[in-house]
């Protein structure tokens, strides 16, 4: 089989930054949205080598990678891991509800 690669959508990429500019912000530095980068990376990583690790969420087709107070929502595919949703698990739920539906 080929390698996966990952393909963010604009809503995922869209919350990832607001999730890092929130943080930078509150914080006065960049210290905590790198690590946050980091740790992402390390959990796509993860994600690549064995993409049905992670629980099927109750969204359609849908994976949940628990990251701490995050989460990373995404689909596989033959070719590629589509992250849908970078998701702040302290936010209403059915907010994420709306975004993953749409994709």
């Not at 509150?26 to 690790?53: C, D, F, H, M």
Request: proline share 3%; hydrophobic share 35%.
């Amino acid at each position: 089989m080929a390698k996966r690669t990952v393909v963010w959508t604009e809503t995922a990429v869209r919350q990832r930054r607001e999730i890092l500019k929130y943080w930078t912000k509150r914080n006065g530095s960049t210290v905590y949205a790198e690590k946050l980068i980091k740790l992402t990376a390390r959990q796509i990583k993860s994600i690549l080598n064995n993409p049905e690790i992670f629980k099927l969420s109750e969204y359609p087709e849908t994976r949940e990678s628990a990251l701490g107070h995050f989460s990373i929502y995404y689909k596989i595919t033959h070719n590629h891991i589509i992250i849908t949703a970078f998701w702040d698990n302290r936010q209403d739920p059915k907010s994420l509800l709306e975004l993953i539906i749409k994709k």
